[in-house]
Nanobody, 121 residues
C-alpha cells in the first residue's frame, strides 16, 4: 500500500490550496481516508476524514474552510483548503483505514510521507 501526497506549498494568509493523496495497492473504495497535520513542536492532529459512502467529519478549527472529497475512479482523496491562516502551517499527512471516518490516528493503518503547507501572514 502506498499513499502519496502532493499539492503543498507556500501561500499567503487568505489564500487557497488543494492537497491530493493518490493511493495504490488497496481497494480504495472500501477505505476510509483522512487528513492529519503536525505543526512544529506539536503533536499530530486530526483535520478531516471521509468514509466509503462520503460521510465527512472535520475538526472545529477548519469547519467551513476546508473540504475533503474523494474520487474512487482515481483512487485519490483531496483536501481543499480555503481562507488559510498562519496557524494552518503544518506537514499534512494522508491516512487510510478499512471502513469508517475515525478522527483517531491510532485506527489508521496506512500513512503517506506528508506534504508541507506554509501560510505566511
Amino acid at each position: 500500500v502506498q499513499l502519496v501526497e502532493s499539492g503543498g506549498g507556500l501561500v499567503q494568509a487568505g489564500g487557497s490550496l488543494r492537497l491530493s493523496c493518490a493511493a495504490s495497492g488497496l481497494t480504495f473504495s472500501t477505505y476510509g481516508m483522512a487528513w492529519f497535520r503536525q505543526a512544529p513542536g506539536k503533536e499530530r492532529e486530526f483535520v478531516a476524514a471521509i468514509n466509503q459512502i462520503t460521510n465527512t467529519r472535520y475538526t472545529d478549527p477548519v469547519k467551513g474552510r476546508f473540504t475533503i472529497s474523494r474520487d474512487n475512479a482515481k483512487s485519490t482523496v483531496y483536501l481543499y483548503m480555503n481562507s488559510l491562516k498562519p496557524e494552518d502551517t503544518a506537514v499534512y499527512y494522508c491516512a487510510g483505514r478499512q471502513w469508517g471516518n475515525s478522527d483517531s490516528e491510532r485506527t489508521y493503518n496506512y500513512w503517506g510521507q506528508g506534504t508541507q503547507v506554509t501560510v505566511s501572514s
